[in-house]
Every structure is written in C-alpha cells, then in structure tokens.
Nanobody, 124 residues
Framework: VRVVESGGGSVQAGGSLTLSCEVSEYTLSTYCMGWFRQAPGKEREGVAAIDSDASVWYTDSVKGRFTISKQNAKDILYLQMNSLHTADAAMYYC???????????????????WGQGTQVTVSS
C-alpha cells in the first residue's frame, strides 16, 4: 500500500492547513485510514481516522477544529485543520490499517502501512 503525505508547512496560531495523503488504488475503499502526529519527545498520537464505510473518529483535542475526509475516486485522504494551536505542531503521518474501530483506531500499532510524514509548524 502506497501512502504519501503532503501539505505540511508553517502557519501562525489560528491559521489553517490541509494535509493530503495519496494512496494506492482501492485503498480508501478497503482500509481504515488514520492521521497521526508526533512532536519531539512525545509519543505518536492518533488525531483522526476514517473507515472504509466513512465512519470517523477524532481525538478530543481536535474535535470541532479538524476534519478528516477522503475522495475514493482520486485515492486521496485529507485532514483539514482549522484554528491551529501551537500544541498542534508536529510531524503528521498518514497510515492504513485493517479491522479498526472506535476502540483501537488511535493505536499506532494497529496500522501496518505508513507514510514518511509531513511537518506542521505553528507559531504564536
């Protein structure tokens, strides 16, 4: 499974960014897709996920600010990030996994395919 993130960059607090993740054909209709982030010295954290049936999950700190979506026909996953906080700064990763649900979508070890990451910097 090919997983390639893009769209990271530098923004001021309160700003917005949209991350994209290009995947192999049919991945979005088969796999659960997750966005994770990892800041220096911290563990990798599940941010949001969307299942093959379009069920979505978010970690509490991003609810109401981030939106995960996908375009199956274009094989692209998105993470729209609004009202960014300095605490949102991290390397963001896209990942694909099978058999995930509300009880485990946020666990990195549940995903078998990862991208290389894209850096998000938020300045105050």
């Amino acid at each position: 499974v090919r997983v390639v993130e893009s769209g990271g960059g530098s923004v001021q607090a309160g700003g917005s960014l949209t991350l994209s993740c290009e995947v192999s054909e049919y991945t979005l209709s088969t796999y659960c897709m997750g966005w994770f982030r990892q800041a220096p010295g911290k563990e990798r954290e599940g941010v949001a996920a969307i299942d093959s049936d379009a069920s979505v999950w978010y970690t509490d700190s991003v609810k109401g600010r981030f939106t995960i979506s996908k375009q199956n026909a274009k094989d692209i996953l998105y993470l729209q990030m609004n009202s960014l906080h300095t605490a949102d700064a991290a390397m963001y990763y896209c990942a694909a996994g099978i058999g995930l649900d509300g009880s485990n979508w946020y666990k990195p070890h549940a995903y078998g395919n990862w991208g290389q990451g894209t850096q998000v910097t938020v300045s105050s």
